[in-house]
């Protein structure tokens, strides 16, 4: 059963790059039976698609976070990464780490990481 | 961008109670549609894939239905356990977008 772990800094100052890391466990992240995402939900509020990768290399990123978005895997530790550059404020949320073996829809997810961008 | 408006933004409702959540997206994106159910604290957890397929492991009581534009939720009997909020989310050329979210309370 596949399992995935958030990690990375809690906390990022303003203007700073937020980089967290996916680590997938149960499974192979070179597999082609599967994408991986990054979704982000701040405090209170809805879930908001930051972007996703596949195993080819393709990424794909939410418009209104392209220019600062920076989706990556690193197969030898079968991970996947996000970096967000020139974080706010409004980048306060819990990050969500998922994966799909449905063509459109995150069936696995981890259980999220909460960053907080303050100075 | 396509964008997705769930209605009621809360629902309240009984246990026993039959529940119907709207999602509506802005052009239409034939099947590609999912639901999922998120608790506090937790994860959200996927529901229903392509409309209406039924992911494993989830009660027979929540089914979906829809195509196009207009797709619904449903849960035929609300169960304790049924408390929570539920997004819809589609996908379109490679790009993914959640509705705002329903609440399902405790009436």
């Known amino acids: 059963q596949l399992q995935l772990q958030e990690s990375g800094p809690g906390l990022v100052k303003p203007s700073e790059t937020l980089s967290l890391t996916c680590t997938v466990s149960?499974?192979?992240?070179?597999?082609?039976?599967?994408?991986w995402g990054w979704i982000r939900q701040p405090p209170g509020k809805g879930l908001e698609w930051i972007g996703s990768?596949?195993?080819?290399?393709?990424?794909y990123y939410n418009p209104s976070l392209k220019s600062r978005v920076t989706i990556s895997v690193d197969t030898s530790k079968n991970q996947f990464s996000l970096k967000l550059s020139s974080v706010t404020a409004a980048d306060t949320a819990v990050y969500y780490c998922?994966?799909?073996?449905?063509?459109?829809?995150?069936?696995?997810w981890g259980q999220g990481t909460m960053v907080t961008v303050s100075s | 961008d396509i964008q997705m408006t769930q209605s009621p933004s809360t629902l309240s409702a009984s246990v026993g109670d039959r529940v119907t959540i709207t999602c509506r997206a802005s052009?239409?994106?034939?099947?590609?549609l999912a639901w999922y159910q998120q608790k506090p604290g937790k994860a959200p957890k996927l529901l229903i894939y392509?409309?209406?397929s039924l992911e494993s492991g989830v009660p027979s009581r929540f089914s979906g239905s829809g195509s196009g534009t207009e797709f619904t939720l449903t849960i035929s009997s609300l169960q304790p356990d049924d408390f929570a909020t539920y997004y819809c989310?589609?996908?379109?050329?490679?790009?993914?977008?959640f509705g705002q979210g329903t609440k399902v309370e405790i009436k």
């Open positions: 998922a994966s799909g073996q449905v063509i459109g829809a995150f069936d696995i």
């Open positions: 149960g499974g192979s992240i070179s597999s082609s039976s599967y994408y």
């Open positions: 990768i596949y195993y080819s290399g393709s990424t």
């Open positions: 052009q239409s994106i034939s099947s590609w």
């Open positions: 392509k409309a209406s």
């Open positions: 989310q589609q996908y379109n050329s490679y790009r993914w977008t």
